[in-house]
């Protein structure tokens, strides 16, 4: 079983940044894709991005790319969303999740594992 805990959410201006961490216990993420998903108010969960834990191989959504970037610390088993030029619109839950790496990496019915999701809120 894994256990996945984010963090590093708040409240921040347009323009600024934040970094979200995304931490793993119960088993290392070996063979796995790290993805990050969000859910805007009342809006569908919808793919950001992804890292593929065995090559560092990452995609992202069109809408943020350029402006966030996924990295991974192996010695903390943590991966990070790194999120600059936050807009408005990038308000939502963020959530990072847990797969085999076999899949695509984008969308979450891929994913076994979820975090319980943290709040990013950019104000205008």
């Known amino acids: 079983q894994v256990q996945l805990v984010e963090s590093g959410g708040g409240l921040v201006q347009a323009g600024g940044s934040l970094r979200l961490s995304c931490t793993a216990s119960?088993?290392?993420?070996?063979?796995?894709?790290i993805g990050w998903f969000r859910q805007p108010p009342g809006k569908e969960r919808e793919f950001v991005g992804f890292?593929?834990?065995?090559?560092?191989?990452?995609r992202y959504a069109d809408s943020v790319k350029g402006r966030f970037t996924i990295s991974r610390d192996n010695a903390k088993n943590t991966v990070y969303l790194q999120m600059t030029s936050l807009k408005p619109e990038d308000t939502a839950g963020y959530y990072c999740?847990?797969?085999?790496?076999?899949?695509?990496?984008?969308?979450?019915?891929?994913?076994?594992?979820w975090g319980q999701g943290t709040q990013v809120t950019v104000s205008s």
């Open positions: 999740a847990a797969g085999p790496d076999y899949g695509s990496g984008y969308v979450p019915h891929e994913y076994n594992y």
């Open positions: 119960g088993r290392t993420f070996s063979a796995s894709n």
């Open positions: 890292i593929r834990w065995s090559d560092y191989r990452t």
